[in-house]
């Protein structure tokens, strides 16, 4: 079964301080891994796909990273704005996982002024 | 292009009642998906459709049941409400095929309540 894996569970930064959120991942034919971020009481909101390792995205300043393990959400100079939860999930591939997401359990990001 | 969206955004229903959501997928869309959040058990899967077929189903029991139509809209349905099932309920659509398949884009989601 797949497994989706978040650390920390917290994180509290002051505001530039730059950290990685980490997913680790157990599934068996990785078709894509995503990051989200949800706000609260929001539906969560799209930021990356990546689909092979070695692969990397950036938006703003965010950069998604992707080993055949794991995948890091790096965030350089964070900014108060940037305090959400980040959520990793997995599509396994195959033929009998249509539409089907794991996710891991999120990291609570608070940035500090 | 409008986003996915829910209705209602907010419900609240007593155990034993039976409730309805729906979900507007992103124009061209012909995949939609259905999560439960929980605080304690994070977002699960509920089912998948696409053109109107439930192509894969989650852990879930018979109580949860869903449809699409012609459209790609789709409903969920609870019958027999416990009150376990308060929850936020999230609907999320994707594209088959092209650039961008399978990244699902998430609704705001129904915020349902059992007293």
């Known amino acids: 079964e797949d497994q989706v894996t978040q650390s920390p569970e917290a994180l509290r930064l002051q505001e530039g301080e730059s950290s990685s959120l980490n997913c680790s991942y157990t599934?068996?034919?990785?078709?894509?891994l995503f990051w989200y971020r949800q706000d609260p009481g929001k539906g969560p909101e799209f930021l990356f796909t990546?689909?092979?390792a070695g692969e990397e995205k950036e938006k703003e300043r965010l950069k998604a990273t992707l080993t055949k393990k794991e995948s890091f959400l790096h965030i350089t100079a964070p900014k108060p704005e940037d305090s959400a939860t980040y959520l990793c999930?997995?599509?396994?591939?195959?033929?009998?996982?249509?539409?089907?997401?794991?996710f891991g359990q999120g990291t609570i990001l608070t940035v500090h002024p | 292009k409008a986003g996915v969206t829910q209705t209602p955004r907010y419900l609240i229903k007593t155990r034993g009642q039976q409730v309805t959501l729906s979900c507007s997928p992103i124009?061209?869309?012909?995949?939609v998906s259905w999560y439960q959040q929980t605080p304690g058990q994070g977002l699960q899967f509920l089912f998948e459709?696409?053109?109107?077929?439930?192509?894969n189903k989650g852990n879930f029991p018979g109580r949860f049941s869903g449809r699409q139509f012609s459209n790609s809209r789709s409903e969920m349905n609870v019958s027999t409400l416990e009150l376990g099932d308060s929850a936020l309920y999230l609907c999320?659509?994707?594209?088959?095929?092209?650039?961008?398949?399978?990244?699902?884009?998430f609704g705001p989601g129904t915020r349902l309540t059992v007293l």
């Open positions: 999320a659509s994707s594209s088959i095929g092209g650039s961008g398949t399978d990244t699902q884009y």
């Open positions: 599934v068996s034919g990785l078709r894509g």
């Open positions: 990546l689909y092979s």
């Open positions: 999930a997995v599509l396994e591939g195959g033929g009998t996982s249509y539409g089907k997401l794991t």
């Open positions: 124009s061209g869309h012909r995949s």
């Open positions: 459709y696409f053109s109107e077929t439930q192509r």
